[in-house]
């Protein structure tokens, strides 16, 4: 069973996460405790109180032949609850691997019982995170809006004739399974919708269904322990050592997400103190920086580019100048024109900029050789290794000309700053030699946006 919040790609566990599952995880993981109020409220009310109206009649209306014990009834419910709490972080939702045990609840209980009693396991699940502090109780009403997925297996089986399990009813257990993923898929669309929320339906489906592999990898399994379960009932307790398996995982799985977020922030970090070193070493540097920062991720979004070249690009405009720490102030900060040696010093700070950073490493690493680019021209005139055109990184591209544009507009010891009509005027003149011609228009289009 996947939790009703899951709507996203699954996030990759490793070292370092892509930002756009990065955020994704973050949200999920405020969403999953934070207070319901306004719509979101009334939207998981109304969902959930439809899977009552719907459960409770055909609780009533349906007649089973099997009578199992009370004490099956408990066991079953309390291993459902324990299950339940074994998470797996998908994106921005979770994924709970239930699975285990709905099959056989669909084989050894009057079907009429098996979504109320999945739908009990869930509500003391909750209440148990709520005791613990993990979420507010409110959320209960969007954790009950997931039992529906158990609706649509117990309605198709039951329709079938409730038979004992049989591998030659496969279509009928395939027609089950697509009822569970089908009323799963319907139910978030339906939350989402009543909050507001509208996700176009390929689209919506599309994410859910990143997480439905879980449930059919672990469906068959399942059903194993159901065909055992008919003759002996409590034999649904040999998948408990799976449980504990898959519970050992899922803890393994987060303290590698928490690892990647913790990674991320202290790249950030690190990238903003050494931000506050250039302009703490040189004040103009410093404000400058700033100010590329912002028309780089304008140009960035006007060129549509993915969460991780976009963060690549924040990072660069950030850092772009950092090699500049280690030239000697005498030239950064001379009223005149530079001669041609101090020249050939100052445009050592890419190069001395890209080896700072590999020093640190990571990410931060990673971007270096975009650092290194930030002064190479279209013509391949630039420096330091006189790259031409497509071989110039397109992050770089977007840096040195947001970077020739911030210079213009701003005011030097030798020179006044320019207005905004002449540095475009000048950016165009250039296009096509020292800037890309696609940036050059890009950022005019951010410029008058902005």
């Known amino acids: 069973m996947i939790d009703a919040a899951s709507h996203v790609p699954p996030a990759r566990a490793q070292a370092e996460l892509d930002p756009e599952a990065e955020a994704a995880v973050e949200t999920a993981r405020v969403a999953r405790i934070d207070r319901l109020g306004g719509r979101r409220l009334w939207a998981a009310v109304a969902v959930g109180g439809g899977f009552l109206g719907v459960a409770l009649p055909f609780a009533f209306l349906h007649e089973s032949p099997r009578s199992p014990s009370v004490l099956l009834v408990v066991a079953l419910v309390v291993a459902y609850t324990l299950l339940y709490r074994v998470e797996f972080e998908f994106g921005s939702g979770m994924a709970v691997p239930t699975q285990l045990l ?107 269904s990143q997480a439905w592999p879980v449930d059919a990898i672990l469906a068959p399994v399942g059903l194993l322990a159901a065909l055992v379960a008919v003759s002996e009932p409590s034999a649904f307790l040999l998948v408990l050592p799976l449980v504990l398996l898959l519970r050992t995982f899922s803890r393994e799985r987060r303290a590698r997400l928490d690892h990647a977020l913790e990674l991320s922030q202290a790249y950030r970090g690190t990238a903003l103190l050494l931000g506050d070193v250039v302009e703490a070493d040189d004040a103009y540097t410093g404000s400058h920086s700033r100010d ?26 950030l850092l772009h100048d950092v090699g500049k720490i280690r030239i000697p102030s005498e030239i950064i900060d001379k009223p005149a024109a530079l001669t041609p040696e101090e020249r050939a010093v100052i445009e050592t700070h890419t190069v001395i900029g890209e080896e700072l950073l590999l020093k640190v490493g990571g990410v931060l690493g990673e971007v270096g050789h975009l650092v290194r680019s930030c002064h190479e021209h279209w013509d391949g005139n630039g420096y330091p290794d006189g790259l031409a055109g497509e071989a110039i990184p397109l992050v770089s591209r977007i840096v040195c000309a947001c970077d020739a544009y911030s210079a213009m507009t701003t005011d030097r010891p030798y020179r006044r700053a320019r207005s905004r009509e002449e540095a475009v005027a000048e950016l165009r003149l250039c296009a096509g030699t020292q800037f890309d011609p696609r940036v050059v228009d890009a950022l005019e289009r951010a410029l008058a946006s902005g």
Do not use: C, K
């Open 292 to 317: 590329v920062v912002s028309r780089v991720l304008a140009v960035a979004d006007e060129l549509g580019l993915d969460a991780r070249a976009r963060r690549d690009a924040e990072f660069v405009a």
């Open 102 to 208: 709905l099959v056989p609840m669909l084989f050894v209980l009057p079907l009429e019982l098996v979504p109320l009693a999945v739908a009990g396991a869930i509500v003391v699940a909750n209440l148990i995170e709520e005791v613990e502090g993990r979420i507010h109780l409110e959320q209960l009403f969007v954790r009950l809006a997931a039992a529906w997925h158990a609706l649509g297996p117990a309605l198709v089986l039951a329709a079938a004739g409730e038979a004992e399990p049989s591998l030659a009813q496969w279509p009928v257990y395939l027609a089950a399974l697509a009822a569970q993923f089908g009323l799963e898929l319907l139910t978030i669309g339906v939350r989402y919708r009543l909050m507001g929320a509208a996700i176009p339906p390929l689209a919506l489906a599309r994410r859910v």
